[in-house]
């Protein structure tokens, strides 16, 4: 049985419904946001809102908080052209400004797609 499976008490994710993915994978982090690993471990040194843990087998996961965060970094590196100090700083205002209520609901809206993607990705295979 993997580890997908007995998270899904024993059932293929395409079995049931999930409900939330509580953590994602380097490699699922890396699939998603479409960067190499090392750029995801040098990003979660200079940005210290993105706190990765380890599974029982030593990988290091992501929360569905920390992948928001790191989406939005991406966005504000690649395609707004800030520094990462100047996105680390547009980070923290976000995070603590007005904006809250309207980020908030674009995370949950975010979340949902990450969910409905790794289903049909499973659904898939």
């Known amino acids: 049985m993997t580890a997908r ?4 008490g024993g059932k293929k994710a395409g079995g049931k419904k999930l ?3 509580a953590v994602y994978t380097m490699a699922h982090a890396s ?4 960067v190499k690993p ?6 979660e ?3 210290p809102l993105v706190r990765s843990s380890k599974d029982n087998y030593g990988r290091r996961v992501y929360s569905s908080r920390d992948m928001q965060i790191l989406f939005r970094l991406k966005h504000l590196l ?4 800030f520094t990462l100090e100047g996105a680390r700083e ?4 976000e995070l603590s400004g007005e904006s809250q209520d309207i980020r908030s609901r674009l995370a949950i809206l975010r979340s949902e797609l990450l969910e409905l993607y790794f289903f049909l990705k499973e659904r898939k295979n």
């Open 78 to 81: 690649y395609e707004r052209r």
């Open 45 to 47: 040194t200079e940005i």
């Open 19 to 21: 409900k939330s993915m």
């Open 5 to 8: 499976q007995q998270k899904n």
């Open 90 to 93: 547009e980070l923290y205002r």
């Open 38 to 43: 090392h750029v995801i471990r040098y990003w």
């Open 31 to 34: 699939d998603l946001l479409k």
